[in-house]
T-cell receptor, first 119, second 112 residues
Framework: EAGVAQSPRYKIIEKRQSVAFWCNPISGHATLYWYQQILGQGPKLLIQ????????DSQLPKDRFSAERLKGVDSTLKIQPAKLEDSAVYLC?????????????????FGEGSRLTVL | KNQVEQSPQSLIILEGKNCTLQCNYTVSPFSNLRWYKQDTGRGPVSLTI?????NTKSNGRYTATLDADTKQSSLHITASQLSDSASYICVVSAGYGQNFVFGPGTRLSALP
């Protein structure tokens, strides 16, 4: 089974430029997440999709970040204009809810991430 | 506020030795707890997943414990190897399992 695919793996841009990251989740996974991981910290949720609808985007800086999942499969995260503090790894993850011992527990699968450096 | 804390922040261990990483959480309602291993420059990979009723779960040299009463979990690594050098992230799932709360991770360095 193919894993979560992300591209590009690395991107270097200057501040105020724009960048876009792409993610293709595991086939059949309805839920897709974008996380921002700053060096030395745990991932921070930016946005969560269920199929093509947004479930949670409360921590997405909407003045500069946008994301879409138009057909409920792959997704794009865009930053425009980029700031120095946006330098981080952008992780995409997907999950498929699985029933375990009477409760619902969705296993979370991550891609390799896209490392962004803003100069 | 849902929160996950981990200790220590970083750890150095000699190859062949054992170590234990800690995770404390205040997440409600609790669904399950996972430990992830994240190699440098890679995405996190799941090591174990534990539900409310499970106390211990092993995956090779990794053994996770869960005390739902004290809201604590530990990850014990036996006979460490150089390849164990990575960040270990504790993740607690809230509600119906689709809301994940991440800890900051513990950075483990295994030295020869």
């Amino acid at each position: 089974e193919a894993g979560v695919a992300q591209s590009p793996r690395y991107k270097i841009i200057e501040k105020r430029q724009s960048v876009a990251f792409w993610c293709n989740p595991i086939s059949g996974h309805a839920t897709l997440y974008w996380y921002q991981q700053i060096l030395g910290q745990g991932p921070k949720l930016l946005i969560q999709f269920q199929n093509n609808g947004v479930v949670d985007d409360s921590q997405l800086p909407k003045d500069r970040f946008s994301a879409e999942r138009l057909k409920g499969v792959d997704s794009t995260l865009k930053i425009q204009p980029a700031k120095l503090e946006d330098s981080a790894v952008y992780l995409c993850a997907s999950s498929l809810r699985v029933k375990t011992s009477g409760s619902s527990s969705g296993e979370l699968f991550f891609g390799e991430g896209s490392r962004l450096t803003v100069l | 506020k849902n929160q996950v804390e981990q200790s220590p922040q970083s750890l150095i261990i000699l190859e062949g030795k054992n170590c234990t990483l800690q995770c404390n959480y205040t997440v409600s309602p609790f669904s399950n707890l996972r430990w992830y291993k994240q190699d440098t420059g890679r995405g996190p990979v799941s090591l174990t997943i534990m539900t409310f009723s499970e106390n211990t779960k092993s995956n090779g040299r990794y053994t996770a414990t869960l005390d739902a009463d004290t809201k604590q979990s530990s990850l014990h690594i036996t006979a460490s190897q150089l390849s164990d050098s990575a960040s270990y992230i504790c993740v607690v799932s809230a509600g119906y399992g689709q809301n994940f709360v991440f800890g900051p991770g513990t950075r483990l360095s295994a030295l020869p």
